[in-house]
């Protein structure tokens, strides 16, 4: 804490910095983000990062957020037991 | 698997009402909610509504959702609250599926739905956000007004649109001494009237300013900011340090859409109406036949135009599915025309504009 | 200037600010609701009809002065907070002045507080006359301070102490 860290992906605990790191590297979408580092996977579904690595890749492309692809989404939209979705329909 | 005429998946402002106009054309209705009473937001809405009488104006938020609470209960006979339930999926089929509780998990097929989501707080990204003090304005809001527990002693708060203008009086209400209220933007975005309330109480606003960092060892201890000029970008040397152990977010909501993505209903990127939200025709019907929006999902605009979008998309839900009443067009008509009016001044420019974009 | 400090200019005061004389006739409503909103409790509220009608719901509220006998049941029903009535019939050398406080602890009649301007500074003192807090003004109370006349269109918020 307090390393003058800027937080993108609190769940995943990854930074500006990363985020910038991998548009470098060539990473162009919200869902290739997430493949590599995780971003938005955790409990908050990407519901606080999302719009910041849209903007990161805005800003990196020159192109306007509605130009990019959005991420996929899928079913649960938040965390789940596995136990309850094995024990099925209640 | 359970059935129902309409599944309303949200318990705010804009749920309860559509939930309230389907049910008393008749529909079977089923209002979803992940939290364990109703009113989504407005049971922290302390302050007063504007708008006029239809939209509950002069009336606090906290009692607007008392009153339609007491509403829907008149049709108790055809209407299923389950609360603690969160919509977890929906399906190209047409199925829901809930968890409720942590144990419970189920299906629910409905003939219509309509999703009233609401919005989250958007985040900011700069150096130490992390540090422990730092929050959205809306969940001090919720710490506050909803749980009774300050968030400390002195606040900065970022966004002068009119969730920070009201958390920030809502805070000194609290005891919670508010440092300033910062604005990225040049001129303030929310009411003039809340912004003259907590100036007269002595707290500054300065606009084009924005937090460049955060400051602190294990908590927030001091907030940087800095000014900005006409291209938005830091002007060296004007740099401000703020003893504060409190920092509340408030730069605007994202709707939360990811039900509507998953149903593959048409999504545009409107950045007025807080970034991707769903196409609609008047009735507040997607792309998708039988899945109506309405409240922040649709488009981040006031609670009292998120009232009549569900009441709108509720008799319209209802009446698709072959439920009617004598007065449907008159009440259909009036939906419409009070959302005109609430647009229609300078205020709604910006929805207008939105608006313009996503129906074309 | 308004949209950049949330403090009205003097312009902006002057048309909304009754005649010399009318102030000194009696109570009367001052609407500091400078800005074209979608909000209209201050007409529908108002049992003289004295707040003229918005007929679009945007328009700005304009108080014929005449009709207004300053009883300020609107103060309490502005989801701005934006009325005050002011009376400089009050006494030889003070006003009255009528304004929303929604802050705990409530002052008390007789209490000495400070009087503070629109800007939050301390512009002198003001006697608490009054504090009407019934079911009429919903959690919105009304206080009634007695502050030096030349004060009466400055002074728009108190604070407990002096």
């Not at chain 3, 003001?126 to 007695?146: L, Y």
Request: charged fraction near 25%.
């Amino acid at each position: 804490m307090s390393q003058n860290k800027t937080i993108v992906c609190r769940c995943e605990d990854l930074t500006l910095e990363d985020i910038r790191e991998l548009i470098k590297k060539g990473y162009k979408s919200v869902d290739e983000i997430k493949r590599i580092s995780r971003c938005g996977m955790g409990p908050c579904q990407g519901r606080t990062c999302r719009d910041i690595v849209l903007s990161e890749l805005a800003k990196a492309e020159g192109k306007d957020i509605s130009e990019l692809k959005m991420s996929t989404f899928r079913p649960p939209v938040k965390p789940v037991k596995l136990g309850l979705i094995e024990r099925g329909e209640e | 698997m359970r059935t129902t005429d309409v599944a309303v998946i949200g318990g705010g402002p804009a749920g309860l009402s559509a939930a309230i106009s389907a049910a008393s054309l008749g529909a079977k209705v089923t209002l979803i909610d992940r939290n364990d009473r109703l009113g989504g937001q407005l049971i922290k809405q302390t302050h007063m509504f504007f708008g006029s009488q239809k939209q509950h104006a002069s009336v606090r938020g906290v009692d607007i959702s008392g009153i339609l609470e007491e509403q829907l209960s008149k049709y108790k006979d055809n209407v299923e609250v389950l609360l603690n339930a969160t919509v977890l999926g929906l399906y190209e089929d047409g199925v829901v599926t809930i968890e409720q509780g942590e144990e419970k998990y189920f299906k629910i097929k409905p003939k219509a739905m309509v999703i009233a989501t609401g919005a989250s707080e958007k985040v900011l990204p700069f150096p130490n956000n992390d540090l422990p003090g730092i929050y959205g304005a809306g969940a001090v809001q919720t710490l506050m007004n909803v749980y009774g527990v300050a968030p400390g002693d002195r606040a900065l708060m970022v966004g002068a649109g009119n969730i920070g203008l009201i958390v920030s009086y809502q805070l000194m209400q609290a005891g919670v001494k508010v440092a300033a209220i910062i604005d990225a933007a040049p001129k303030i975005g929310g009411y003039l009237v809340h912004a003259s309330k907590i100036r007269r109480m002595g707290v500054p606003i300065y606009t084009s300013y924005t937090v460049k960092e955060a400051i602190g060892k294990d908590s927030l201890e001091k907030a940087v900011i800095v000014q900005l000029d006409e291209k938005w970008q830091p002007v060296p040397g004007t740099e401000r340090e703020l003893d504060v152990d409190v920092m509340c977010i408030s730069i605007g909501l994202s709707p939360l859409a990811e039900l509507l993505w998953q149903a593959d209903c048409e999504m545009k990127y409107v950045p007025e109406l807080g970034g991707y939200v769903p196409a609609r025709d008047e009735e507040y019907q997607t792309t998708v036949k039988g899945i109506y929006v309405a409240g922040d999902v649709s488009g981040v605009e006031e609670a009292s135009a998120a009232m009549v979008e569900g009441q709108l998309a509720g008799l319209c839900a209802a009446k698709n599915l072959g439920f009617t009443s004598p007065d449907f067009e008159a009440r259909r008509q009036d939906c419409i025309d009070q959302l005109n009016t609430l647009r229609s001044g300078p205020v709604g420019a910006k929805i207008r504009a939105g608006l313009e974009k996503l129906l074309g | 200037m308004l949209e950049k400090t949330g403090i009205p200019t003097e312009e902006q005061l002057k048309e909304v600010t009754p005649s010399k004389e009318r102030l000194s006739r009696g109570p009367v409503a001052i609407i500091e609701c400078f800005q074209e909103i979608p909000c209209n409790p201050c007409y529908t509220s108002c049992s003289t009809g004295a707040i003229k009608e918005l007929v679009d719901i945007n328009e700005k509220p304009e108080v014929d002065f005449d009709k207004c006998n300053g009883c300020g049941i609107c103060i309490s029903n502005c989801p701005g907070l934006a009325i005050f009535v002011v009376d400089e019939s009050y006494s030889e050398d003070k006003a009255l002045i009528k304004l929303p406080y929604e802050f705990l602890p409530l002052p008390e009649k007789g209490d000495m507080v400070k009087a503070l301007d629109r800007s939050g500074q301390v512009v002198g003192q003001a006697e608490v006359v009054k504090v009407v807090n019934s079911k009429a003004q919903d959690r919105t109370p009304v206080i009634w301070i007695a502050v030096d006349k030349e004060l009466s269109m400055r002074v728009r918020n108190i604070e407990m102490g002096v």
